[in-house]
């Protein structure tokens, strides 16, 4: 910004009167550059915090915007649900209903495999029993076997140990501790078996 000093010509006629050399005063100019740039920073400040609140003012109404849109969508969905409650209980009670049934049918295939489980077990131990060997006693406890008998010979007790190793579809963990000779001259063995429920 420029200043120029209107006092100039007085202060010249002024000292051309006590000088006397000169005829005329140039007046006299003063520039002070500091005092634009001081001038514009306040200005400047102004418009700064102007675009800021701006732009908060766009952010608020955006947020608003979104608030509103979301508000809208929530009562949208509730009415929705209020709209579809009816059909989503009837859904439940029907999938209650179908796991029920699914459970009873689940039951009886288990006790109709279970009730076929005993023929099947005792027709494969059939199979399984050379002529010379024979059975006193069979007894379960839980799936484990335990046959209680008596053979004619080592070899034929051995050979029913054998034919039950052979069957692994019905028969696992299979404990054979031996036989002895018992007090009629046959041969006493007691063998015990794991049951598979292969039905």
Known sequence: MIKINLLGDALGQSGAKKGGDKATAEPVQV?????GSRASLPIAG?????????????YYLWLNSEFTKAEKRRTELERDKKQYE?????????????????????????LK?????????????????????????????????????????????????????SRTRWFKKINYPGAKRGTTGSF????????QNAV
């Open 188 to 195: 006493e063995f007691s063998i015990s078996f794991e049951l």
């Open 113 to 165: 495999r279970q009730q076929a489980l005993p023929v099947h077990f005792l027709e494969e131990l059939a199979n399984s029993l050379p002529d010379d060997v024979w059975f006193k006693k069979i007894s379960q406890k839980g799936a484990m076997i335990t046959v209680e008998g008596e053979g004619r010979n080592f070899e034929s007790i051995n050979a029913f140990y054998g034919n039950l190793q």
């Open 46 to 58: 102004v418009v700064v915090g102007l675009v800021f609140a701006a732009l908060g003012g766009v």
């Open 31 to 35: 520039y002070t550059g500091e005092g």
């Open 86 to 110: 009816p059909y989503i209980a009837l859904e439940k009670k029907f999938r209650e209903k179908k796991d029920a049934l699914q459970k009873k049918e689940e039951v009886m295939t288990t």
